[in-house]
């Protein structure tokens, strides 16, 4: 008798069992969730930038867990609810209006029917209406965008193969999707990129790396990148030049600086532009180039816009918002327009299709046999059940009607916020459509769409208008940021249940966590301000007026029809030549950067550069440590500004100087 090696014979240990839904996972994903809310309500209200922060909660969570405590037991299955629960609280600062809506409302004039303000009771009622029907409403879109037509949703996708990648998951524990439908619509993306470098060793026989020491450097990297960026917040308080340099007065040019071309060194703002990606802030730079290099300081020398350069009433300003705003919505109804034309073709091939081959299933990838379950990796047990969604969304529709109405009643009729409710269920389908297709949710495209319904709902009514589009943009963004989380949890056969459970538990304790970090701001620093400019904000309230009979600015309309053509080309140019998408000007990028000052555009650029030069010289190093870097400035400042804004509360901590300040652009 032949002994068989008892290494090779010895049977591999059962693989443990992943708990779907777990107290820990949620707990520590609203904990990274709340940092991340206090993050985004600083970068929210400075320049309208809020993030998902997917990729970076699944990293951090994986990192509390399989470094920090040295847990096992931690699988890929809790890091998909933990990071659902996260993104849930993190991204109230924009579903809740706080960075756009609330301070419109509080910039309402006389003319407009006065300034309505917020208390934090009223903030806390209003943000709670609008936090959860999207997030019911994300459920039945689930069936039709992920199981049937099997939309890319390229960020939840990169979650899932972060998410992957980190615990070493094998292929046939994770779900398949068609081949290469994400290599269609984006580049190689980090993690992509990341798990073909890590995994090629498997090919030619060579040892997989070893993740989690791997991991352990990250983290060190995490640690002295927070720390370089939380220094300079603290720097920058005491000393406020550092937040705007004024190079080109120093040059004695002080016209340039006036048109907000300074220097802002700052770290975060490094980070972003590194995860932002070159194609958006070189766009961008062009952008604030063309708009405060050219039109801005054009408008104001003959006249048009005769007053101070921030005035959004008769200055630089508000004279260059109005060909923000006619690009950014041209863009956004180009795109929902190509989505369409895209999909009704889809559907007139699968007609032709189902005829020539006789309803032959294989002829339509998004449609299966009746005797094929659309979802046969989860079981019942793990379906989110109908009637949870179905009364939820009754109930979460109510009480967004019923809240909104209360708090604004003296303004608006109790029948408007239920037609805002239908109107933000219509809108979020469209969203959800073009995030699937494209990874960009046009939040901002759906909430102009609803403030021109609402026009015609109540005229002359701008705090009506404004509400509605607050609703609107609620919904479109939870159920966005619903579906990529979803799409991550199929890619990796999580529960769609617990996922649900995560998303409402975390966009509960999302209201009081965006609430108190809107408050601490708002009672530290003038908004708008220097500090906080809340250029989304003039935005909202300009459109409100102008679908309300407003008047533009002298001589701005020729400008606006002539860069919102041209805005409107550029989805349909992208969509022809697919290949070249990333060598074409995001038009998007293009008009967010008319409106937001060249000085945070600059910094960006500069991260996309460091970026690219990094990725193209060392991309082994550039896989690794990337986004850790990139997070890690975004979170300094963005955690560190907790601490500033409560020395800067009255009775606190004073700036050492405010030596070197160009008047009207430091917070001292």
């Not at 777990?22 to 707990?27: D, E, H, N, S, Y």
């Not at 960075?99 to 709670?128: C, Q, R």
Request: glycine residues 8%; charged residues 15%; negative net charge.
């Amino acid at each position: 008798m032949l002994y068989s090696d008892p290494v090779e014979s010895a049977p591999e240990p059962p693989a443990p069992v992943q708990r779907h839904l777990t107290w820990r996972a949620i707990l520590v994903g609203v904990l990274v969730g709340c940092l991340m809310c206090f993050s985004n309500m600083y970068f929210g209200l400075q320049t309208g930038w809020v993030t998902m922060g997917s990729l970076q909660t699944s990293l951090l969570g994986f990192a509390v867990f399989k470094v920090i405590l040295r847990d096992q037991t931690f699988g890929p299955i809790e890091n998909v609810l933990l990071q659902t629960a996260a993104v849930a609280t993190a991204t109230m600062p924009l579903a809740g209006g706080f960075v756009g809506i609330i301070p419109a409302l509080k910039m309402m004039t006389d003319a407009d029917g006065g300034s309505i303000v917020l208390t934090w009771w009223e903030l806390i009622v209003f943000a709670g209406g609008l936090a959860f029907f999207g997030v019911f409403f994300a459920v039945p879109l689930r069936e039709q965008t992920i199981l049937r037509e099997k939309l890319k949703f390229p960020s939840g996708y990169a979650t899932a193969e972060m998410i992957k990648i980190l615990h070493n998951v094998k292929k046939e524990d994770t779900q398949v999707d068609d081949d290469g439908e994400i290599t269609d619509f984006m580049e190689e993306s980090d993690v992509t990129r990341m798990e073909r470098i890590m995994r090629s060793g498997e090919e030619v026989g060579l040892v997989r790396p070893n993740v989690e020491k791997d991991l352990g450097r990250q983290l060190w990297v995490l640690i002295i990148t927070f720390s370089i960026s939380g220094v300079y917040m603290i720097l920058s308080f005491f000393l406020p030049v550092l937040k705007n340099i004024p190079v080109f007065t120093y040059m004695g040019l002080p016209y340039a600086t006036e048109f907000y071309w300074m220097l802002t060194p700052s770290f975060s703002y490094v980070g972003q532009g590194m995860i932002m990606g070159t194609n958006t802030c070189l766009s961008m730079l062009i952008g604030a180039v063309i708009g405060w290099g050219v039109l801005a300081p054009t408008a104001q020398y003959v006249g048009w816009a005769p007053g101070k350069t921030s005035s959004f009433s008769d200055g630089a300003q508000g004279w260059l918002l109005w060909i923000s705003l006619a690009v950014m919505m041209a863009e956004s109804v180009s795109s929902l327009f190509v989505l369409i034309f895209k999909w009704i073709g889809h559907r007139i091939v699968i007609y032709r299709s189902k005829k020539d081959a006789y309803l032959d299933d294989e002829a339509d990838p998004g449609t299966l046999s009746s005797s094929e379950p659309l979802d046969p990796h989860s079981t019942p047990e793990q379906q989110v059940p109908t009637w949870w969604w179905a009364t939820g969304l009754v109930f979460a529709s109510a009480l967004a009607v019923v809240c909104t109405w209360g708090i604004f009643r003296d303004r608006i009729p109790f029948y408007q916020p239920i037609i805002g409710v239908f109107l933000s269920l219509l809108v979020s389908v469209l969203a959800v459509r073009a995030l699937g297709e494209t990874d960009v949710n046009p939040v901002s495209g759906v909430g102009k769409l609803s403030q021109v319904v609402f026009a015609l709902v109540a005229p002359n009514n701008i705090a009506s208008n404004l509400v509605a589009g607050a609703i609107a943009e609620a919904g479109a963004q939870q159920a966005g940021d619903m579906m990529q989380d979803l799409k991550t949890g199929h890619l990796l056969k999580a529960s769609p249940r617990a996922q649900f459970v995560g998303q409402v538990i975390g966009s509960f304790f999302s209201v009081f966590v965006a609430v108190g970090a809107f408050e601490l701001y708002s009672n530290s620093y003038e908004i708008p301000g220097p500090e906080f400019q809340v250029p989304t904000a003039p935005v909202w309230l300009n459109m409100a007026r102008f679908v309300n009979n407003g008047e533009l600015p002298p001589n701005v309309v020729w400008f606006c029809i002539a860069f919102a053509i041209l805005a409107a080309a550029l989805p349909i140019v992208q969509e022809v030549f697919k290949n070249r998408k990333n060598y074409i000007i995001s038009g998007m990028a293009f008009g967010i950067a008319l409106y937001v000052t060249p000085n945070w555009t600059i910094p960006r650029f500069i991260g996309a550069m460091i970026q690219w030069f990094w990725k193209a010289k060392y991309p082994v190093s550039h896989d690794k440590y990337m986004l850790v870097t990139a997070s890690g400035f975004v979170l300094g400042e963005g955690i560190l500004s907790i601490v500033t804004a409560l020395m800067k509360n009255p009775g606190g901590l004073q700036p050492w100087s405010c030596g070197g300040c160009a008047p009207g652009f430091c917070s001292c």
